[in-house]
């Protein structure tokens, strides 16, 4: 029972999410529709909190063992709870203008800096590939330069072609990899869905207990 | 130089962030605790704002006492912290697992199989339009080359091999144009920071 019930829970939400998507009309399925998402959506936020709980654990642990650069641990710790402090019980809404400020001036440029990192990263994983030297190798980083010369007018100096290349290349052998690619992947989420719901596939379970 | 605060505390972490270019260091170490921290926070912040404090108006002011359940199958998670009650919050997954199996079937099932495949089917001969033409044969058989290539019930060997040839060359093009694209969003915001640290910090450019 520990099991079989859980499964008939999850059944019957995909079920009822399948039958009133697919069958629409009157307005109570409709209602049924959006209540359902609604439960999806508040289950899903009542559980953020495990995000802390477990960074908690993890930057607890590395303290009080005083592990490698358990300092950091603690700035962390700090900065997680003291803005969860500050959001709910200072700011206490999300029009409030110090939390505007503390997600434009250090949120928004933190993000910005982490991902503009992985420009350098990418570089070297270009070179990397570029050292492979076979055809497919080369195939990939050709299609890479012109579409990276196709984005910036030096592209367009070289010659007037290149945009034109890159677009061609966006819209038509771009397309049909990802859709290729697309359609298996639906293929495999469709069949991993149907074991889920059946109760074939366990895995989300955990343990054996 | 900028004297607004918020300047200097963003130019520092910025520094710092991109510091990890050169070597792992204190400082890199420093903003990318800190990073985590934040942006942990913030979520949870973000999320009481959008509906853990409004389930509550739902509940008492509105009287839509059904909400106390989604509220209950969330809260189950923690459950799994409890010596001997792990087990209940199998239910909670069960909930979740369960209506994004639905989602996928009911949802990704059109927009992921349907529409893809209704879009591929084209005309291979467009009488008067070469390029359209071309470019309808070059969809078609790179999308099923493409799919033939995950066929992994099939030998490939001979004509078989050919096609599953012709599917790499196809996904080659489409990631070099995924990788492209990525580096400039990425130059992009690169060029962001530098402009923000020569010209919002050091003000030595407009």
């Keep these: 029972m520990k099991k079989e019930l ?38 899903g936020a009542y559980m953020v909190m495990v995000g802390v709980v477990n960074l908690t654990r993890v930057h607890g642990h590395r303290i009080t063992q005083k592990k490698k650069d358990w300092m950091y641990s603690i700035v962390a ?27 434009s001036q250090i949120i928004a440029p933190m993000n910005a800096t982490v991902y503009s990192t992985l420009v350098f ?15 497919q190798a080369t195939i990939l980083l050709v299609s890479a330069l ?58 989300y379970m955990g343990g054996t207990e | 130089m900028s004297t607004n605060p918020w300047v200097w505390i963003q130019a520092f972490l910025t520094l710092a962030l991109f510091s990890i270019i050169f070597v792992d260091n204190g400082f890199y170490k420093f903003a990318e605790h800190a990073y985590v921290g934040l942006y942990a926070g913030y ?19 509105d009287h839509k006492y059904h909400y106390i359940i989604p509220i209950i199958i969330g809260l189950l998670i923690y459950t799994r912290y409890i ?8 239910y909670n ?32 001969f467009v009488s008067g339009s070469l390029l359209t033409t071309i470019n309808n044969i070059v969809l078609v058989v790179g999308v099923v080359s493409v799919m033939w290539y995950f066929l992994f019930t099939v030998e490939k060997k001979g004509t078989a091999g ?5 599917g790499r060359v196809v996904m080659m093009v489409a990631f070099g144009s995924a990788f492209g694209n990525t580096v400039m969003a990425r130059v992009s915001l690169f060029l962001g920071r530098l402009q923000f640290l020569l010209g919002d910090w050091l003000k030595l450019i407009q």
């Design chain 2, 162 to 166: 050919t096609i599953s040839s012709i």
């Design chain 2, 83 to 90: 010596k001997g009650w792990a087990w209940v919050s199998r």
């Design chain 2, 43 to 61: 979520t949870v912040v973000v999320t009481w704002f959008s509906y853990i404090r409004p389930s509550s108006q739902w509940i008492f002011r």
């Design chain 1, 146 to 203: 012109i579409m990276m010369l196709g984005r910036v007018p030096l592209g367009a100096m070289i010659s007037p072609v290149i945009p034109q290349l890159a677009d061609w290349i966006l819209n038509v052998p771009n397309v049909a990899g990802m859709r290729g690619i697309q359609i298996g992947a639906a293929f495999g989420g469709i069949a991993t869905a149907l074991r889920v719901l059946v109760g074939i596939e366990r895995g």
């Design chain 1, 6 to 43: 859980p499964i008939a829970l999850g059944l019957v939400a995909g079920l009822i999410w399948i039958i009133t998507t697919y069958f629409t009309g009157p307005r109570w399925v409709e209602t049924v529709h959006q209540e359902l998402s609604k439960w999806y959506q508040l289950a």
């Design chain 1, 77 to 103: 710790l700090v900065c997680m709870f003291g803005i969860m402090i500050f959001g709910i019980f200072i700011a206490k809404d999300s029009n409030n203008p110090g939390w505007k400020t503390f997600y």
């Design chain 1, 121 to 135: 990263y990418i570089a070297s994983a270009a070179y990397r590939a570029f050292r492979i030297r076979n055809s």
């Design chain 2, 93 to 124: 997954m069960a909930f979740m697992v369960g209506v994004g199996a639905g989602f996928v079937l009911a949802r990704d099932f059109k927009s992921l199989l349907l529409d893809q495949v209704r879009a591929t089917f084209k005309p291979l």
